[in-house]
């Protein structure tokens, strides 16, 4: 049997090599980036009901329709959420046309349309009846002989619609 000191130092190497692997399968995971995602169906998408979203698979608030919502009231009116969080690789929506009572959904791949660096950008959708658009405000203010793109709210940046297309039906 070993001594108490030699039991010690093992238990003391295991916690150390347990917690340097934990460090390391954390720095392996995609890195946390400061930026936003969020949508206003309510001022942007008039007529339409968006009955379930997510970016990406993060758990954040704000990030996904929260089941509470979607079992109980069944349609959101939007969200807007910005900080440490997981750049997306997908944005999946599903909504209804009011006047038409259809539903459509649309899963988008964002890998190959955001920027390397998202530090401070926003992801923002917009639904325009059957089509979805998708836009990235940049931190950056827009100059001033530059036309405005997206929602006016975000007139003083600079915007790029990285999406537009109508969405195929179920």
Known sequence: MHSPVVRWRLLRALLVLALASALLACAMNSALIDHGFGFDAIADSPGVDVLDYRYGRSNAPGTHMPDWIRSGVGVTGGTNTFGPMEVA????????VRATDEI??????????LPKDMARH???FVIAQRQML?????????PEDAPTVGPARFARFKVET??????AAD
């Open 89 to 96: 690789d997908t944005l999946y929506v599903k909504w209804r």
């Open 104 to 113: 459509l959904e649309q899963t988008l791949e964002l890998k190959n349309r």
């Open 122 to 124: 926003t992801i923002y």
């Open 134 to 142: 998708v836009y990235l405000i940049s931190p950056e203010t827009r």
């Open 162 to 167: 990285i999406y537009r297309a109508p969405a």
